[in-house]
Nanobody, 116 residues
Framework: QVQLVESGGGLVQSGGSLRLSCAAS????????MGWFRQAPGKQRELVAG???????NYADSVKGRFTISRDNAKNTVYLQMNSLKAEDTAVYYC??????????WGQGTQVTVSS
């Protein structure tokens, strides 16, 4: 059984920063992909940022230059540093992990609320 534990969400003022963390534990084989998605009320879940074991990273256009994804492979942990937050960044943020067997795992979600 694989468990993803997210932390770091909360309420912040516009222009502020937050750092999200997601730690994977349990019976998980080597991790290939670690990423962050978000879902705002009434909207579809969307990619925020992703990180592959090759070192390649990608970001949604809306967060480029403001958010940074990083990972600690030894700890099976992925981080999302979010700076210059805007009201439109308000959403539930989900961590996603994909191992080399192409098994997908999702975290439970953490709420990020940015007040304007």
């Amino acid at each position: 059984q694989v468990q993803l534990v997210e932390s770091g969400g909360g309420l912040v003022q516009s222009g502020g920063s937050l750092r999200l963390s997601c730690a994977a534990s349990g019976s998980i084989s080597s991790i290939n992909y670690m990423g962050w998605f978000r879902q705002a009320p009434g909207k579809q879940r969307e990619l925020v940022a992703g990180s592959f074991s090759s070192g390649f990273t990608n970001y949604a256009d809306s967060v480029k230059g403001r958010f940074t994804i990083s990972r600690d492979n030894a700890k099976n942990t992925v981080y999302l540093q979010m700076n210059s937050l805007k009201a439109e960044d308000t959403a539930v943020y989900y961590c996603k992990v994909v191992d080399f067997r192409n098994q997908n795992y999702w975290g439970q979600g953490t709420q990020v609320t940015v007040s304007s």
